[in-house]
């Protein structure tokens, strides 16, 4: 049999790189004559530039910045040609930011804006963006700051890059840095920028904001909007993926007049994810949390959509399984890492063993 192991990573253990290699281990003991072709993905997420880097020959670079509370840090990017990847992780990250420190209404992605001035500076084009593992709810402020824009309140004071003062912004000033480049940003989730099952609603309590500051900041983020639609004539709210990141893919459009597209669209076409399904007999994709969003973008569903659009059946493995019913059309079986036998605990500390404990159970 020819398999395919195309997972993502398992966030805060394992790289898509370790799961694949494990994977396809197991796949070789389970069945002696299998053909096995390892091809890590992402999605837009953490890890998303590091990967195509790896798979088209980037060079790794680093400067040194912030991180969203605006400690110096170093961050690393990558460059291919005329080419820049990054990652606004590497800069305003979460990961970053222990769970006692994070302060979501006053952190930015002022650092991630240092790293793009930069790469605009030295004409790089185009330059990719992952939006995914974000510690900030900024809406993209930071950056529009690191580029030159100012906000200012009814006083005309100059106020901070963050979002605590949304509600009092009451003047924009546009940026005189005149350079324009390609920014392209790439996304794994379809989410908008306002509402219950916007940017805040949906990302802000993992970032360490109360129900409460939750309510209040979409509320005076929605004041922001218009104002942004008064100052700089634009409104992107509502655009699909404008959400991610806590809001980036809104600044990037609103500030740097970049678009938004499927961070797993960019990943399958550089990667040539529909060849190597073809020559497959079995297609086997993961990630650490198989759910509801996976269905919006992420990873492996999209594999597995490219998958069944091919006649291939699709395997699937991750640390904790959520039934949905839209998942039964796509994996023909799922395996989760977590169940009534093995502990989340026991699973966070032995990633490895755990995984080929359970990933053999796709031959049983």
């Not at 060079?59 to 400690?71: F, H, K, N």
């Not at 459009?253 to 040539?272: I, T, W, Y």
């Not at 086997?284 to 969003?293: F, M, P």
């Not at 998958?307 to 059309?329: F, L, Q």
Request: net charge negative; proline share 4%; hydrophobic share 45%.
């Amino acid at each position: 049999m020819r398999y395919l192991v195309a997972p993502d990573k398992f966030k805060g253990t394992l790289s898509a790189q370790e799961v694949g290699r494990i994977v396809a281990e197991v796949a070789r003991e389970q069945d002696g004559g299998a053909v096995v072709d390892i091809l890590p993905i992402a999605d837009g997420g953490e890890g998303t530039a590091a990967l195509l880097a790896m798979q088209l020959g980037a060079q790794p670079r680093s400067m040194d910045t912030v991180d969203a509370l605006e400690r110096p840090i170093s961050a690393q990017y990558f460059i291919s040609g005329t080419e820049a990847f990054l990652d606004m992780s590497a800069a305003s990250g979460l990961w970053q930011i222990a769970k006692d420190e994070r302060q979501p209404l006053r952190s930015n992605t002022y650092g991630t804006g240092v790293i793009i001035r930069k790469l605009i500076e030295e004409g790089l084009a185009p330059i990719s963006i992952g939006l995914g593992g974000s510690a900030t709810v900024d809406a993209g402020i930071g950056i529009a700051a690191a580029m030159g824009y100012k906000f200012r309140d009814a006083a005309g004071r100059l106020l901070e890059p963050f979002p605590v003062h949304f509600a009092d912004f009451a003047r924009i000033e546009r940026s005189s840095f005149a350079k324009h480049a390609q920014i392209v940003g790439l996304a794994d989730v379809e989410t908008k920028l306002l509402g219950q099952t916007g940017a805040i609603y949906t990302f802000g309590p993992q970032k360490g904001l109360s129900p409460e500051q939750v309510e209040s900041l979409d509320r005076d983020l929605a004041k922001f909007v218009d104002l942004v639609e008064r100052e700089l004539g634009v409104n992107h709210a509502a655009v699909p993926r404008s959400g991610a990141a806590g809001g980036l893919g809104y600044g990037l459009m609103s500030f740097l007049d970049g678009h938004l597209v499927s961070g797993f669209a960019v990943v399958a076409e550089r990667l040539k994810l529909e060849e190597r399904i073809a020559a497959a007999d079995i297609v086997i994709t993961g990630e650490g949390k198989l759910d509801s969003q996976s269905l919006q973008g992420k990873g492996p569903f999209g594999v597995a959509a490219a998958a069944k659009a091919a006649g291939k059946p699709v395997w699937a493995i991750a640390g904790t399984v959520e039934s949905h019913p839209g998942m039964e059309s796509y994996f023909d079986r799922t395996i989760a890492l977590v169940d009534d036998k093995i502990t989340l605990e026991v699973a966070m500390a032995k990633p490895e063993e755990t995984l080929r404990t359970r990933a053999a159970d796709f031959w049983v």
